[in-house]
């Protein structure tokens, strides 16, 4: 482990020489990807150069035992030098697992309504809030894509594209199916109801994941309408959108224009193609470690959200946190650093 840190060191210095270079300063885009490289091993190269401080601190004080002045200090110290280089390597064995390429994309996020009727669409408005609050407090963009409203103030479905720093990274432990208990507000006998909402996660995908031919979409245009069926414009801006060899299909009808339907719509479908091939690639390496930290599987139930007692229960990691009004508020970096913890657990493990 040591011997591949020192050289991913070296590359380290190499880069911090290069942008130094006033040839590369000159060429912003060079220096863009050399800074973006050197931002990326700088928390490996910080925690290395701390465990070799610890690690010389601890080499000393063994020194110091023999000092009849010094070695009752050094035995107090040692203990506490011996935990922290422990904990170091830990973190040194975290960091040099290999990255997810996804992690730092947008993604676009869906979020539907299962089973449980208007008590469902109510609670996947819920949940569209929860993730739109978090992704304020985070600083990123949420852009709303489609949406299908109900009549008492939820979503069939809704799908948001959400841009910034390491959104995936974030939020792909957020796919599956969450639950909801509590007593609807329409429930005169006081009786706890348990509904479900599908959430998707999915990275953005670029030109260079997915390539869809021409000739595998149908494109069918079409009046966009409110609800109760009234119209909300007199054109055919609504687009209906297939893949043919896939069977995909989806519809936008959020935008007045179809051109931005349209775009919206591809965006959308390249997405999904590019989930479901990263699933596919996932099953294919089923023989390798399974984390037990499931991502993209949609009919996994992985959260419990139990109003009457206040608590959000993720099933995955046994986790139970008594704050499920802060949950909903958006704050979620408890619940997502716990799961980011596990996945890591299970990646060391399995390399072991």
């Not at 596919?280 to 992985?302: F, P």
Request: glycine share 8%; with cysteine.
């Amino acid at each position: 482990m040591f011997s591949q840190i020192q050289e991913i060191e070296k590359r380290y210095l190499d880069l911090a020489q290069q942008m130094a270079d006033p040839a590369i300063s000159a060429d912003a885009k060079r220096y863009q990807e050399i800074a973006k490289e050197h931002s990326s091993l700088t928390p490996l190269i910080e925690t290395f150069q701390e465990y070799k401080k610890v690690q010389n601190d601890l080499e000393g004080n063994r020194e110091l035992l023999k000092d009849p002045d010094l070695g009752e200090i050094a035995k107090e110290e040692i203990p506490r030098l011996e935990e922290a280089l422990v904990r170091l390597e830990q973190e040194l064995k975290v960091l040099l697992l290999p990255k997810d390429p996804n992690d730092n994309k947008n993604i676009f996020l869906e979020i539907r309504a299962g089973a449980g009727g208007d008590e469902a669409g109510i609670f996947a408005g819920d949940l569209f809030r929860m993730y739109t609050r978090y992704a304020e407090l985070k600083g990123w963009k949420v852009e709303l894509m489609e949406s299908h409203a109900t009549g008492v103030g939820g979503f069939k479905e809704v799908i948001a594209q959400i841009r910034g720093d390491q959104v995936y990274s974030a939020l792909k432990y957020e796919g599956g199916v969450h639950r909801v208990q509590r007593v609807p507000k329409t429930e005169s006998s006081g009786r706890i109801h348990t509904s479900t909402v599908t959430v998707a996660v999915m990275p953005e995908a670029e030109d260079v994941d997915v390539k869809i031919e021409d000739k595998d979409l149908k494109i069918d245009v079409m009046r966009a309408s409110g609800p109760g069926g009234q119209s909300v414009n007199t054109t055919d801006s609504a687009v209906r959108m297939t893949h043919l060899p896939s069977g995909i299909v989806v519809v936008c009808r959020d935008e007045k224009s179809q051109h931005k339907n349209k775009a919206k719509a591809l965006k959308i479908l390249k997405a999904r193609l590019y989930e479901q091939e990263l699933r596919e690639q996932a099953e294919a390496r089923s023989s390798e470690r399974k984390s037990m930290v499931g991502m993209g599987d949609r009919s996994e139930k992985i959260r419990t959200y139990n109003f009457p007692q206040g608590r959000v229960t993720d099933h995955r990691i046994k986790l139970t946190l008594h704050q499920l009004d802060s949950v909903l508020e958006g704050h979620l970096d408890e619940m997502i650093e716990a799961l980011r913890t596990a996945d890591q657990t299970a990646a060391l493990a399995g390399e072991g």
